[in-house]
């Protein structure tokens, strides 16, 4: 009987003891195994380098705390369980909390907090929330963002998204785009080195209010110069991209080969052409146009790059609205907003991570893009329009009558091309055919010809200048890029803009993680009705009848060895 009780007793000091052996080694690994199939659950290899090499702490502030709707709830429990795995990554110099903006404070600071979060690009969700019978509902606001601390530095992260056709979709979506948004953000504020990117002048681009959001939104991510072209004898290498934005002018034989030449050296460059002349302003004057040619002299190069920007116009039934004059009253037009399909809303493509997840891209005149051979070029479509478009050839006549009668049937185009990423290795326009007297003055700056790339190169060609410039209200001033001033809705332009020079000017994959896809698994409703008491006994009853067996199993088993 002692030898019994002794056995029993070293039987529960080996569990002890193993108990406490797991519970040291449970502190001390932490691991856990993603079993989805997109990797829902797992971080990227771009995103864990980045944690690795934190050198500062980095304080995450996220604004989703409070009553709100299930939607909102998971977008939360997702950015929780994201920021948990990435506080695990970066070995604790990764911290963060959910707060309520302006949890109890007066209505009138909260509303300074409000406004200071709407400051920074921050987009507010006011929901009315349901009331109980004889009570008057309520508005909330939400902040569906946060904000990332590096040192001294601190950027807003956005983590909602307008994409989908129900809140269930965008949500899913907002989810898709958490571990980039965050990553880019600790990213662009921890990286050693800013990329230089310089904005073309000389040809007529635009330096002025139009282009105040696209030249504060490269230099708050970006060291920016502006470079007029013909005053330079060379484009320095030191700059990782070269913006050229709508020129008005034609480009000289010299300004080409300067381009040329920096894209040999290995830069980047990122082409926003309008190749027809075709303003807006125009037709506040008169009732219709002629859109004609600008000469721009680049269809030669761009040619020999990969791409043919044509002398054409875009219009497209899934498109923007535009104030118009239907009728007068009191002697005072009555304006009305229309469809204007010469304003598409391009679609980006999902097959590479700098469109991804987009949302709609607003264009203005947009002019159609074919590819064609180049060696050792690949081509990436980027922005197309809907499946509902056409063409207008040249002479192409713009006219507000277009928008009083839309005939689907003439909208028979789909997917026409007006962006497009070229990479490899180029070939120098140039080559053989380069002039004595340019090749003298390469060698005077000290530059020699280089006839082909010296490694890849990447190049965006957009065929529409107006995408990165914006509307300037009189009330406002600048807008964002992308708005429309009359609705003031607001388009994915400037996530457009920000993912091609990211992808032009930094090595680091962060974009990479735009590429993570998150699937929704949607139930099936008639199933679900038809089985509805079939698992409902399964996942109720089942386990309460495993429980009793289990006990039942146990007390025989008890007794058997009491018994002997």
Known sequence: MNTRKTSTRYNWLILLAGLVVLNILGSKLHFRVDLTQEKRFSLSGPTRRILKNLDTPVFVEVYLKGEFPAVFHNLQN????????MQDEADGKLSFRFIKPGE????????KVYDSLASMGLKPY??????KPGEESSQRTIFPAAVVHYGEQAMPVDLSSDKGEDAESKINNAESLLEFKFASAIHMMSRKRVPHVAYLLGNGEPMDLTSYDAITTLARNYIVDTLTLYRVPYIPNSYSALVIAKPLQA???PDKLKIDQFVMHGGSVIWFIDNLYAELDSLRQVNQFVAFDRGLNLGDQLFHYGVRINVDLVQDMHCDQMPLAVGTVGGKPQMQLVPWPYFPLLEPTDNHPISRNLDPVLGQFVNSIDTVKAAGIQKTILLTSSDYARILSTPAIVSWDNVK???????????ITAGVLLEGRFHSFYENRLPSAFRDALQAAGQPFVPEGVGPAKMIVVSDGDIILNAVSQQNG?????????????YANKDFFLNCMQYLTDSSGVLETRDKQLVLRNLDRQKVDEERVQWQVINIVVPLLIVLLAGVVYQQVRKQIYQR
């Open 78 to 85: 997702a950015t929780s369980d994201l920021l948990r795995e």
């Open 104 to 111: 109890g404070l007066p209505d009138s600071l909260q509303a």
């Open 126 to 131: 006011t929901l009315t929330v349901s009331a």
């Open 251 to 253: 480009f000289t034989e």
């Open 405 to 415: 009668v839309t005939d689907p049937a003439q909208y028979t185009r789909k997917y």
């Open 478 to 490: 600048p807008l964002p890029m992308g708005t429309n001033p009359y609705t003031q809705d607001e």
